[in-house]
């Protein structure tokens, strides 16, 4: 495709959308998130964002569910991924140091200072809470010393899908300053943009452009084609092959039939949205009646205009005869609807919280009382299974895509050092993310429940039959356990390693009753011989000259027996 082909491609994408989607996320982002709610309309710098709102719950929730992403899936102050294998066999102790050194690594690096990770995602939370879907792209600076991630608004990002369901094709409008693109694409531009850039002229004109991301198809031999294009006079500034999408689109709930997803919360929660902001007007002026009722006044018979005012004062005439009525009072307000009306909120209220999850994001309550181990693993199984439809999608499309992103940019640009650091049984080998988050935390420490379980009943069993424990592999329990819990591999020996060891300790043991054996014989022998000398030393005395014991000879005979 030249320029202009390409430019009536992304139309086509472009076109698909903006007729239908764009006035629902137009509508959908007034009500959750009116700072972002400039689809179909352009936003002044200082406009209200909420004059049409008459409370501001639905976007409390919007803004609750969209911090709890990066508390609970992306905890700065915690590893919140790590790498593993794609086969498990794969990995032995020197293979798992070297993914905890890389994905420390990769961390370190998506937290840099001039990396913008931090913005991006915290943007991109908000997106994914309102419309189920955000744009971040993965680059390098233009220094190539740091990762740098941005967010991209939805209204200027369309994009398709492959064959197998995901995205492989991303158009994104673009209006950078002439400066800007003479910086980006020195000797590249046209004509007119280059001399605009002059300093003299108009560095700071916006210039539309488009940046278009699509399979190479044996263009390059590179599986993406990256293209930047001046849309104003349809001219390529770079057409280049990338070994990485540059972009992660992650999607929480897809229709089919359509590349764009949806969220389910504001799904759920919209109507309640709406009826909340009128059922919230409608006791506002209620309330404002019943604080300052309207007034019924005698015409001919007020002097002044009417004051409301604090202290305020209402001249009335002199001769006028109050038997006839008051000249001046309020109309009785009948407050009994007043109530319905709270409580149709309330509710409203509460539907919006579980919309957004709110009332899931923790462990089911204990009621106070001590739980045993069974009814803590139940808690945690209830916990996973509400809290499922909420963080697989995160996991797998939002943090999986970010850090796949990242790894494969980074391993291109030297980030884990050259190839011969990679340890043999991980060369070659499929490479996936695991997420700490409480989801796979609560699956993981389901070992450890197990465990303990496991190690309670083999108690219980050993007491009826010794060789019960012998039905177990302990090693192999114990080590899954502690890979459970979290424990470093840096603080665990491999198998071969354990094996060495109880070996040696089986060597060391064997030769220490041997020892104790050689001891024992030695112990034996000289308390022989100590006795020896005791009956000789006895048999001394009695062998003299008139001595009843007839002769030496005979003890000294016994003697010499009991010594052989």
């Known amino acids: 495709m030249n320029g202009t082909e390409l430019l009536a491609f992304s139309e086509r994408l472009f076109s698909k959308r903006d007729s239908s989607l764009l006035p629902y996320w137009q509508h959908v982002f007034e009500q959750f998130y009116p700072e972002r709610a400039d689809f179909t309309i352009r936003r002044g710098l200082g406009e209200d964002f909420t004059?049409?709102?008459?409370?501001?719950?639905?976007?409390l929730a919007r803004r609750d569910l969209g911090n709890s992403f990066s508390a609970l899936l992306r905890p700065k102050d915690k590893d919140w991924f790590a790498i593993r294998?794609?086969?498990?066999?794969?990995?032995?102790?020197?293979?798992?140091?070297?993914?905890?050194?890389?994905?420390?690594?990769?961390?370190?690096?998506?937290?840099?200072?001039?990396?913008?990770?931090?913005?991006?995602?915290?943007?991109?939370?908000?997106?994914?809470?309102a419309a189920g879907q955000c744009v971040i792209s993965v680059n390098l600076t233009p220094a190539r010393d740091a990762f740098?991630?941005?967010?991209?608004?939805?209204?200027?990002?369309?994009?398709?899908?492959?064959?197998?369901?995901?995205?492989?094709?991303?158009?994104?409008?673009?209006?950078?300053?002439?400066?800007?693109?003479?910086?980006?694409?020195?000797?590249?531009?046209?004509?007119?943009?280059?001399?605009?850039?002059?300093?003299?002229?108009?560095?700071y004109r916006d210039i539309s452009c488009m940046h278009i991301v699509m399979p190479s198809r044996g263009r390059y031999k590179q599986p993406w084609r990256s293209v930047y294009?001046?849309?104003?006079?349809?001219?390529?500034?770079?057409?280049?092959?990338?070994?990485?999408?540059?972009?992660?689109?992650?999607?929480?709930?897809t229709v089919s039939g359509s590349q764009y997803a949806y969220s389910p919360a504001v799904v759920a929660a919209l109507p309640d949205a709406r009826l909340i902001q009128a059922v919230t007007l409608t006791l506002l002026d209620a309330g404002e009646m019943y604080a300052a009722p309207p007034m019924i006044a005698v015409r001919e018979a007020l002097r002044s205009d009417i004051d409301l005012r604090s202290r305020g004062i209402t001249w009335v005439a002199s001769e006028y005869d109050e038997r006839?009525?008051?000249?001046?009072?309020?109309?009785?307000?009948?407050?009994?609807?007043?109530?319905?009306?709270?409580?149709?909120?309330?509710?409203?209220?509460?539907?919006?919280?579980?919309?957004?999850?709110?009332?899931?994001?923790?462990?089911?309550?204990?009621?106070?009382?001590?739980?045993?181990?069974?009814?803590?693993?139940?808690?945690?199984?209830?916990?996973?299974?509400?809290?499922?439809?909420?963080?697989?999608?995160?996991e797998d499309d939002y943090n999986g895509g970010l850090c796949d992103e990242t790894f494969e940019l980074g391993f291109r640009n030297?980030?884990?050092?050259?190839?011969?650091?990679?340890?043999?049984?991980?060369?070659?080998?499929?490479?996936?993310?695991?997420?700490?988050?409480?989801?796979?935390?609560?699956?993981?420490?389901?070992?450890?429940?197990?465990?303990?379980?496991?190690?309670a009943l083999l108690a219980q069993a050993a007491q009826m039959d010794p060789m019960a424990p012998r039905m177990v592999d302990t090693q192999t329990m114990i080590r899954d356990a502690l890979e459970g819990i979290g424990t470093p591999a840096s603080w665990m020996r491999d198998e071969a390693e354990v094996a060495a060891l109880a070996k040696a300790d089986e060597e060391a043991r064997q030769a220490q009753q041997e020892l104790a054996g050689v001891d024992a014989m030695a112990t034996?022998?000289?308390?022989?011989?100590?006795?020896?000398?005791?009956?000789?030393?006895?048999?001394?005395?009695?062998?003299?000259?008139?001595?009843?014991?007839?002769?030496?000879?005979?003890?000294?005979?016994?003697?010499e027996e009991i010594a052989a």
């Open 51 to 59: 004059e049409h709102l008459s409370t501001s719950y639905p976007v």
């Open 85 to 129: 294998a794609a086969r498990e066999e794969q990995e032995d102790n020197e293979a798992r140091e070297w993914m905890e050194w890389a994905a420390g690594t990769q961390r370190r690096a998506m937290y840099d200072r001039n990396s913008g990770f931090t913005r991006a995602t915290k943007e991109g939370d908000h997106d994914f809470a």
């Open 148 to 203: 740098l991630y941005r967010c991209w608004h939805l209204r200027d990002v369309a994009w398709a899908e492959g064959l197998n369901g995901r995205v492989d094709t991303v158009c994104r409008k673009w209006t950078p300053t002439a400066a800007e693109l003479e910086r980006s694409f020195p000797g590249k531009l046209h004509r007119s943009v280059t001399e605009a850039a002059n300093p003299t002229k108009e560095p």
């Open 229 to 253: 294009l001046d849309v104003e006079n349809q001219h390529i500034m770079e057409d280049v092959g990338s070994w990485t999408l540059g972009y992660v689109i992650p999607r929480w709930q």
């Open 324 to 394: 006839l009525g008051e000249v001046l009072r309020p109309i009785q307000q009948d407050k009994h609807g007043y109530p319905i009306g709270d409580a149709i909120r309330e509710e409203a209220r509460t539907m919006i919280a579980e919309a957004f999850f709110l009332n899931k994001l923790s462990l089911p309550p204990s009621d106070g009382k001590e739980m045993t181990a069974f009814e803590v693993a139940q808690r945690v199984q209830e916990f996973i299974r509400t809290t499922l439809p909420l963080f697989e999608p995160l």
């Open 414 to 455: 030297g980030l884990f050092g050259p190839i011969d650091m990679i340890p043999g049984s991980l060369r070659g080998a499929a490479l996936d993310f695991q997420f700490i988050s409480p989801l796979s935390e609560a699956r993981d420490r389901e070992k450890g429940t197990q465990f303990m379980e496991t190690s």
């Open 524 to 559: 034996v022998a000289g308390n022989v011989g100590a006795a020896a000398n005791q009956f000789r030393q006895a048999a001394e005395p009695m062998a003299q000259p008139g001595s009843p014991v007839s002769g030496p000879a005979r003890v000294r005979g016994r003697g």
